[in-house]
């Protein structure tokens, strides 16, 4: 019976690994090509705005995190640097610079949210055509599924 026991617990801890691991790897494996530099080179050349990610935000960790520069144009906001991976990641604008989930959760009523975010190394999201970035304070990435902030930054 202790042996049976025994058993169960090992693969369920394994099967519960591999659970895990999927849905790490997963979003890497669907993921589009990153933009290459140029292409996020030529939408920093026309940044209205421009600030950094940084991994040392108090929400972030080290599994949810970004690092880099983000600028924001009139029609789109793109990073050159890189994101921690995982699904369902979302770009918001925000009327005030967050870095905590609880913050994020308190001001999403608030924000606006403007795009899809696909790709870990470097992105590029196309604005809304009715979204002014002048109107807003900051950038967020978000992971809708799970609830959580990955990263931020304040340009204005």
């Known amino acids: 019976m202790?042996?049976?026991l025994l058993l169960i617990a090992s693969h369920g801890l394994v099967a519960a690994a591999g659970f895990a691991a999927g849905i790490y790897a997963l979003p890497i494996l669907i993921a589009p090509p990153a933009p290459a530099a140029s292409e996020v080179q030529a939408v920093a050349s026309q940044a209205l705005f421009s600030a950094e990610f940084r991994r040392d935000l108090k929400g972030s960790d080290p599994?949810?995190?970004g690092e880099g520069r983000?600028?924001?144009t009139r029609d789109a906001v793109a990073l050159q640097g890189?994101?921690?991976p995982g699904p369902d990641y979302k770009l918001y604008l925000s009327p005030e610079f967050v870095e905590?989930?609880?913050d994020f959760e308190r001001l999403k009523p608030r924000m606006r949210r403007v795009g899809d975010v696909k790709t870990f190394d470097n992105f590029i999201v196309p604005l809304p055509a009715d979204v002014d970035p002048a109107a807003w304070r900051a950038v967020i990435?978000?992971?809708e599924t799970f609830s959580m902030f990955?990263?931020?930054a304040q340009y204005r």
Do not use: D, F, Q
Request: glycine fraction near 0%; hydrophobic fraction near 50%; charged fraction near 20%.
């Open 2 to 4: 202790k042996k049976t």
């Open 63 to 65: 599994l949810h995190w």
């Open 70 to 72: 983000v600028t924001l």
């Open 82 to 84: 890189r994101l921690a």
């Open 100 to 102: 905590t989930k609880a």
């Open 141 to 143: 990435v978000w992971c």
């Open 150 to 152: 990955i990263t931020a």
